[in-house]
């Protein structure tokens, strides 16, 4: 039931449902269908063929949808790329995924012609192909398990790596969403997080398998939000942490969203006091553990779920926990968390080393650590390269992050270790302060004595302006040192 | 991601989610999943073993929902027997099917005793294998290929085959279902119509897979739909064209009801006037196409349609027409409606000619009549087995009945050829009168020669008192010359 151009029937079977909204811009499915086709054939033309890469350097907006969809019809492989990239880093990602093609708008251009040079790799612009008004390529059925997407993971450590998705894969993430959140006909996805994340890629191919509209936002912008979730009638917004607290910091006393379902908040841990003010403002929150090699999510906690239970694994994919000597854990015990569901990618693009690590018998390694509570509720830990080893004692920076979160005078924190001569490593943080805040590092080391055993309390505090993050909005712990402080 | 036992996985994930309510009885799926277990741990001790068929002959309630999940959990087919059989035709079936035992309720003791004996099956009282209070059966996977349900077909002709579904099937029906219709776990799905039919069956398995309750009426009783509708809060509910008009004939000024979504009207034809009368009433409809070996909906037209557009094939469903020379035809050409899909079942058991005279190619051929309109939405005209051949010209007995029923008289009526020695065979209508009706046969054939081409009004008009109806509430128009008339 997997093997077709999802699009192409979506457009048949509900042409004048409405598709996608972007801007001024809204387009139902046949519309949708008539430009992605026409696209196709513009790179069909270029020579194209399937299976060949072809990537896109777009800024969120329709050019960016109606390019996903045209890469499926022509058989090729998107490899979507991060608009926040250095040119060198685009030009790496190209090199070493083989790209035939680079797609770029407007705003990319001089990076995108400066990584085509630098990677040999034929570049176009959007607005060129689509003005061609090439004869629109016909669909065809599409190999589920053959290659749909490459996406580079942001990897903290070592290079990036092309997580290999297949159309089995996004197939498959869709089909346990909606039979873990529900999915309507009727429903309206805001997408204000970059598309070239699996977090935003998959949305548009959950939103064609169910026939729902996405709205897309070129930019996050939490007064947008807003106004998209109490005006234009948005059913669910996929958000981070730090995203949902700047929507609700300028929400005001506004209603609650009548026709929002829920937020789906990824993207790094969520902390107690946010979900609370969530909570107040009438936007129910499902917090979701996800990853790019699982197609986005792995285990969500349901709208109106106690806040201390666990992410609940999605229908059809089972979540283990690996203990130092790979065995399995038992419940509590904490470990690696491991994956074993239909999506999970096939591996890591010509990197038979990097996927034999990262799949062993079925089982995604995920890296990072978490435990299963008695109910099968899965609590993520950390990310395990983030891990602070001291004194023999494991630090999970989360745990301390979210006690400093509950201070009021903090705005955002991040944890990270640094070397420390005597006991390998100590922890410290990097805050940013709540406007007119009056803590010093005394009475934060103070606040986190009382809540927390002595060796995880910072050895040193910093008071930074903003927090070093990923295009998702993740922060990049590895990068807090960069940072710099206040005096 | 469907070789799994559902109950099981469902059960560990949301434990506490209502799963099923019946009467006075209300089960969360911890719940269901214990009862479920025991059950199966007393037919395992019996000496069920996996592959074996199971053949429950149980009224609407508990008990059957039990059953449906126990005999997956063994690993077992399950036979559903239609309660309103005969001793003989149940024996039947139990012999055709191989079925190693028989459960049944105290209601249906003494006819499912006569029929176990008949064909040496072992019989079961429901109440007495609960009762024993067996070890429970622990999950184990199911092959989603493999046998599930074998359900005999109503047929019209000849003797009943028994359409051999698998899980694959349930799982893509669902699947399929919930991207075409939209999928909620607060959904609450009423159930009214016999649980041995697909109908009924299918709302199960749904209702696992999405993590949603359904309501399970013992009977159809069209003032407790209206209650439910109204204050149990159902979202969706199954009906035939027959009992929508009984809930609309006495739901009286009651306002609309504000959870349900829409209302499933399959198993035949709604005619116009009702599909006007529910929207007045404010019952969303959702008219289906569907059939036994194609686990429940093929086609179905979304709430809010327009009334005269055709039904749309479920995502991942494809419909053709066929001619007589058993060529595809084109749009709007009228022929046998044929389906591929992933919820067609495997054949039929035991009856490689039947199976390889309905299969063909991968293509289900229904012996349906139907048409596709320009925009690929079906418009089903007839069963096949009822076409009214008269003087060379095609009479399909759904479009005269529609003609009828639009007569403020006409409350039912059913039309079938009668052999006549011209003209091969001519049409005759059976009809029930709207109380204080006034209309004789000479005012029903003037009104269809208004409405109709001369060789489709009926010769003849009886005045009866019911129609003959299957258990799931289809016309059995074979039957009609048997009713009796009014004089």
């Keep these: 039931m997997i093997a077709q151009d999802w699009l ?7 042409p004048s449902q409405r598709a996608v909204e972007c801007g001024d811009e809204a387009l139902d499915y046949a519309a949708l269908d008539a430009r992605v086709g026409v696209l196709a054939g513009a790179l069909r033309d270029d020579g194209i063929a399937p299976g060949d890469v072809v990537a896109g350097c777009l800024q969120n907006g329709l050019p960016a949808v109606l390019l996903v969809h045209a890469a499926r019809r022509c058989g090729a492989v998107l490899l979507p790329l991060n608009t926040r990239s250095t040119a060198a880093e685009l030009a790496y990602a190209l090199q070493d995924a083989g790209a035939r093609r680079l797609v770029h708008d407007d705003a990319m251009r001089d990076i995108a012609v400066a990584a085509a040079d630098v990677s040999g790799v034929a570049a176009s612009a959007f607005d060129a192909l689509a003005k061609r008004d090439a004869k629109p390529l016909a669909p065809g059925d599409a190999d589920p398990d053959g290659p749909s997407s490459l996406l580079y993971t942001s990897g903290t450590t070592g290079r990036p790596k092309g997580a290999l998705l297949t159309p089995g894969n996004f197939f498959a993430s869709a089909v346990a969403s909606a039979m873990h959140l529900g999915a309507l006909p009727t429903d309206r996805w805001l997408a204000c997080m970059p598309l070239f994340h699996v977090g935003g890629l998959a949305i548009l191919w959950r ?11 070129e930019r996050f912008d939490p007064d947008r939000v807003n106004h998209t979730l ?29 026709s929002l379902r829920f937020v789906l908040l990824g993207g790094g841990p969520c902390p107690g006091p946010l979900l609370g003010r969530a909570r107040k403002a009438g936007l129910p929150v499902a917090t979701t553990y996800g990853l790019t090699e699982a197609t986005s999510q792995v285990a969500t906690r349901p709208p109106g779920a106690d806040p201390a239970s666990g992410a609940i694994p999605l229908p ?14 038992g419940a509590e015990a904490v470990g690696e968390i491991c994956v074993r569901s239909a999506t999970v990618m096939r591996g890591y693009w010509r990197r038979p080393d990097a996927t034999g690590e990262a799949l062993r018998d079925g089982w995604l390694r995920t890296g990072d650590v978490g435990r299963l509570d008695a109910a099968g509720g899965l609590h993520v830990l950390d990310r395990r390269s983030d891990l602070i080893v001291s004194g023999g004692e494991n630090i999970y920076p989360a745990e301390v992050e979210a006690v400093l979160l509950a201070h009021p005078d903090v705005a955002e924190v991040g944890v990270a270790g640094v070397a420390d001569p005597e006991w390998g490593a100590r922890p410290s943080a990097w805050w940013v302060p709540r406007p007119h805040a009056t803590a010093d590092a005394a ?36 990068a807090l040192g960069e940072t710099p402080s206040f005096p």
């Design 8 to 14: 192409a029937e979506r457009a048949r079977r509900t």
């Design 230 to 258: 109490d005006e234009e009638g948005a059913t669910i917004v996929s958000l981070t942490a730090t995203m949902l607290s700047r929507v609700l910091d300028v929400r005001g006393t506004r209603a609650p969203a009548r």
């Design 316 to 329: 059809g994919t089972e979540v283990r926990i690996a203990g130092e000597d790979d065995r399995w854990l």
């Design 207 to 217: 939103s064609v398998l169910q026939g729902s509209a996405v709205i897309v936002h």
């Design 443 to 478: 009475a934060l080391a103070s606040f986190c004595r009382e809540r927390l055993a002595g060796y995880k309390v910072p050895s040193a505090f910093h008071c930074v302006a903003t927090l070093p993050r990923t295009a998702a909005g993740k922060l990049r712990r590895h």
